[in-house]
C-alpha cells in the first residue's frame, strides 16, 4: 500500500472489522496514510490516540489529520478482512499476520562476527515470540544479496537458516514460490547476484515488498552503510533508490548494529535507513537482549495516520510528526513520496 494514495471517502455503507473502515460506495479523493509507532517511557506502545494527539507537518506546513487507526499486530488480519469477508466485497487480500524481513550483514572480521553471531542467536529466540500467522523472510548480505527463506511460519527452517545456513553454506537453494503473501514471488534473484552492496541489496529487496499490502518490518542485523571519506560518511550512490523503494513498500527499517564498539563511523549510515524509514538504530555489544526487547515491543502495533494530501507539487516530502498534550517517542518515516 502506497504512502500517498487515493483512499475512498465515506459516503454510504461501512463495514467494520477490528476498527478498520472499508468502504462499499466511494468518491475518491487522495489521502496521505503515514505508519507511526508511539512508544512510551518504558517502551510499551501507546494505544490510546486519538486524531487530536498528533501534529504533522508536510514539508513545513501544518496539516489536519483526519483520522487515526490502531492496527494491532495480535489482532488476526489486522489491516484488513478474512479472506472470505474480502473476497465477497471486493477488498484487497492482506495478509494474516505481521512480514517481518530478518535481514543480516555477513562479515567475520573479529569487530563484527561476536556481534553477528550472538545477534542471531537473538533473532532465533524472537521466533518464539511471534504470534500465530507472523511471517518471517530470512535474507543475508556478504558479497551479494541472498534470500534463504520465503515468508513463512516454519520456526525450525527459519532457525536453520539463521543459525546454520548464513554462516555456513555459500549458496542459498532455490526457493519456490509460496502462498500469499510470497516475497520469492517478486524477489529477483539475477538483480540479488548482481546487489555488490549492502544498499543494492536493501533496494532489491525493497521492490520486492512493494508487491506485497500492508506495513512490514525489516529487522537488519548490520556493521553499516555508507563509505567513509575525507570529508566523513558518505551514502552509496544506491542509498536513495533504496530508502524510495523501502518507503513505497511500507517497510520499517529496525537497524541493530553487531559492532563491537561503542561507536564507529559507519553507523551513520544504519542510523540514516533507521530514521528515514519509521524505525530506530540501536547498539547490541553490551545490552543485544534489551535491543531485541525494544523490538519486540515497537512491534506491537501502530497507528495509520490519515491526512488530506497537501497541494504541493509530486515528489518527495519531508514529514514530521509530533505529540500534542502526550508524551512518548514517535517513530515515523521521515519522507513520503506521490
Known amino acids: 500500500m502506497p504512502s500517498a494514495a487515493s483512499l475512498a471517502v465515506l459516503a454510504a455503507t461501512v463495514l467494520m472489522q477490528d476498527q478498520v473502515p472499508y468502504v462499499m460506495e466511494r468518491v475518491e479523493v487522495e489521502r496521505v496514510m503515514l505508519d507511526a509507532r508511539i512508544l512510551d517511557g518504558r517502551d510499551e506502545p501507546r494505544r490510546d490516540l486519538e486524531p487530536s494527539n498528533f501534529r504533522v507537518k508536510v514539508d513545513g506546513r501544518l496539516v489536519a489529520v483526519e483520522s487515526v487507526h490502531w492496527i494491532d499486530a495480535s489482532t488476526p488480519y489486522a489491516e484488513g478482512l478474512p479472506p472470505e469477508h474480502a473476497s465477497s466485497v471486493g477488498a484487497p487480500q492482506v495478509p494474516r499476520g505481521r512480514l517481518i524481513v530478518f535481514f543480516f550483514q555477513k562479515d567475520l572480521q573479529p569487530s563484527r562476527a561476536p556481534g553477528l553471531i550472538r545477534m542471531m542467536h537473538e533473532a532465533s529466540r ?80 525493497g521492490e520486492a515488498l512493494r508487491q506485497l499490502p500492508g506495513a512490514k518490518t525489516l529487522a537488519f542485523f548490520g556493521w553499516g552503510l555508507g563509505r567513509l571519506t575525507p570529508l566523513g560518511v558518505r551514502m552509496e550512490h544506491d542509498y536513495g533508490p533504496a530508502a524510495s523503494a523501502l518507503l513505497a513498500a511500507r517497510t520499517t527499517v529496525f537497524s541493530l548494529d553487531v559492532t563491537e564498539a561503542d561507536y564507529h563511523s559507519l553507523e551513520v549510515g544504519l542510523q540514516q535507513v533507521a530514521y528515514d524509514t519509521g524505525g530506530f538504530y540501536a547498539r547490541t555489544h553490551d545490552f543485544s537482549a534489551s535491543a531485541m526487547k525494544r523490538l519486540r515491543r515497537a512491534l506491537m502495533g501502530h497507528y495509520i495516520l490519515v491526512f488530506e494530501r497537501p497541494p504541493l507539487p509530486r515528489g518527495a516530502h519531508r514529514v514530521a510528526v509530533d505529540l500534542v498534550g502526550v508524551s512518548g517517542e514517535v517513530l515515523a518515516k521521515s519522507q513520503y513520496i506521490d
Open 126 to 205: 524472537m521466533l518464539d515470540s511471534l504470534h500465530p500467522g507472523d511471517l518471517v523472510a530470512v535474507a543475508s548480505f556478504d558479497s551479494h544479496l541472498k534470500l534463504w527463506t520465503d515468508f513463512t511460519e516454519d520456526r525450525e527452517a527459519l532457525r536453520h537458516a539463521i543459525k546454520h545456513s548464513i554462516l555456513f553454506e555459500d549458496r542459498p537453494p532455490e526457493i519456490v514460490e509460496g502462498a500469499f503473501p510470497s516475497l520469492a514471488a517478486a524477489f529477483d534473484p539475477t538483480a540479488a547476484l548482481r546487489a555488490a552492496t549492502p544498499e543494492k541489496g536493501l533496494l532489491v529487496l
